[in-house]
């Protein structure tokens, strides 16, 4: 249980499950790999900076966590394609 509880402080640390969760909805919507990647380093590159310009820290690990939601995020819609029976484009 201990393990839980870590793993959720790592989320809960400067909003962390956002990034992941925004970076899955990103890989869903994404129609190749190539494009869900561009996008998501763009937009996770884009919040940090944002993040920075105002007096904050460019942090590395939510830009990670958001790549990482979007390459969740497309695998998703690749099972969810192969389980219908359609072919998705891998590139």
Do not use: Q
């Not at 793993?7 to 970076?23: D, K, M, P, Q, T």
Request: hydrophobic share 50%.
């Amino acid at each position: 249980m201990n393990i839980f509880k870590k793993i959720i402080n790592f989320l809960r640390e400067s909003n962390r499950w956002r990034h992941l969760v925004y970076g899955i909805l990103i890989g869903i919507a994404a129609n190749t790999l190539y494009c869900a990647e561009y996008v998501g380093i763009g937009v996770g590159a884009a919040l940090e900076y944002k993040d920075k310009a105002t007096g904050g820290k460019f942090d590395w690990i939510d830009l990670a966590m958001t790549v990482l939601g979007v390459n969740i995020g497309y695998g998703i819609r690749v099972l969810v394609l192969l389980m219908f029976g359609i072919h998705p484009r891998l590139y």
